[in-house]
Each structure stands twice: as structure tokens, then as C-alpha cells.
């Protein structure tokens, strides 16, 4: 993996970076193997604050109740009383959990007279859900 180098770490992308091998105390003595590779790779990396804002969606998906609600929603839009009836749970439980992936941009609602329906947020979000049970389903050859 490859970490900045200590204190004196110049900002993220500045190619300032060392490669830690093996154990924990271990740093290799070459400050880079392959320095043309990793410029490349650098400048092609997302932002920091791209980076944080995937690791909060990760986040989100990483609960087991989120996820079963965005896999409900990966057949359907529904409103929060089926959802509730499919996961299980209460519907102020399962409001809770809407409005945690709404802020997100996982799902989103839209409003039938009094009822409120939700539905994943798009295209992207159903890739990385169905990718995802893809992934986890999969037997090796």
C-alpha cells in the first residue's frame, strides 16, 4: 500500500508517497519502485473529498438494514410501509434509515397524494448494488 511520507508529506497527488511492504514496522528502503507508475496513478485518483464522499456511501451500504432496503428497492420502488414489511422492521425504523440514504443520494422519493414512494436514486447506485450481489453470488471456476 502506499501511505504519505511522515510530517513532512506534501499534499495528496504531490508524488511526496513511500511504499510500506510486509509487516507493520517494515518500509522498504526504495522511497518508490515504480515512481513513473505511480505519478500515472496518482493524477488519475479522485479527490480526497471525492474519496471521503465514496467511503460515506460505502458506509451507509455497510448496514444490513440499509442494504436490505436498497435491495428491495433494486426490484421496485415502494413506500415506507412495504418496506417496512419486507425488512422486518418498524416504519419509523425504516423512515430513519431513508433519510440516512436520501442525504446520501442512494435513494430518492417522490409523492403519490399522501404517500411517499422510494426508489433508488439512479442508474449508478443500481450498478454498484447489483454489482455487488453479482460479486457476492459468483462461484470461481
Not at 22 to 48: F, L, R, W
Not at 98 to 112: A, G, I, Q, Y
Request: hydrophobic share 40%; with cysteine; glycine share 4%.
Amino acid at each position: 500500500m502506499l501511505y504519505r511520507a511522515a510530517k513532512k508529506a506534501k499534499p495528496y497527488g504531490s508524488g511526496n508517497w513511500i511504499l510500506r511492504c510486509g509487516g507493520a514496522m517494515d518500509i522498504c528502503s526504495n522511497k518508490c519502485i515504480n515512481p513513473k507508475q505511480v505519478e500515472e496513478t496518482v493524477k488519475q485518483m479522485p479527490a480526497a473529498e471525492d474519496i471521503s464522499g465514496m467511503a460515506e456511501i460505502f458506509k451507509a451500504l455497510s448496514d444490513a438494514s440499509r442494504l436490505k432496503i436498497v435491495t428491495a428497492l433494486l426490484v421496485q420502488e415502494h413506500c415506507v410501509c412495504d418496506l417496512a414489511a419486507l425488512c422486518g422492521q418498524s416504519e419509523s425504523a425504516v423512515s430513519h434509515q431513508l433519510r440516512v440514504l436520501r442525504t446520501l443520494r442512494v435513494v430518492k422519493n417522490r409523492r403519490e397524494g399522501k404517500i411517499v414512494y422510494y426508489s433508488l436514486d439512479d442508474e449508478h447506485v443500481r450498478s454498484l448494488i447489483q454489482m455487488s450481489l453479482d460479486h457476492i453470488t459468483h462461484q470461481p471456476i
